[in-house]
């Protein structure tokens, strides 16, 4: 089993900053993929961005420029630099990450970008 536990999210105004964070915990061996989606209200869940074990990184369009995945293979974390961030970023964010022979996700957090 694999246990995600996410933080960082919370309120945060127009034109600001969030750091989100996933430690993966439980018995694996390695985690291949990792990655964040996003769920708005009324809409369905979609992906942010996603990173791999070797580094390389995936973006959705609208957070490109914006959002930074990052991750600690030591520390089985990854992260999301959020800059820049806009009203329609408010979302519930979910880590996901892929361990043979399947994908886990967090219990998501909340990211509310409001004056």
């Known amino acids: 089993q694999v246990q995600l536990v996410e933080s960082g999210g919370g309120l945060v105004q127009p034109g600001g900053s969030l750091r989100l964070s996933c430690a993966a915990s439980?018995?694996?061996?390695?985690?291949?993929?990792m990655g964040w989606y996003r769920q708005a209200p009324g809409k369905q869940r979609e992906l942010v961005a996603t990173?791999?074990?070797?580094?390389?990184?995936n973006y959705a369009d609208s957070v490109k420029g914006r959002f930074t995945i990052s991750r600690d293979n030591a520390k089985n974390t990854v992260y999301l630099q959020m800059n820049s961030l806009k009203p329609e970023d408010t979302a519930v964010y979910y880590c996901k990450a892929g361990v043979a022979p399947r994908a886990y996700w967090g219990q998501g957090t909340q990211v509310t970008v409001s004056s």
């Open positions: 439980g018995s694996f061996f390695s985690i291949y993929a």
């Open positions: 990173i791999t074990s070797g580094g390389t990184t």
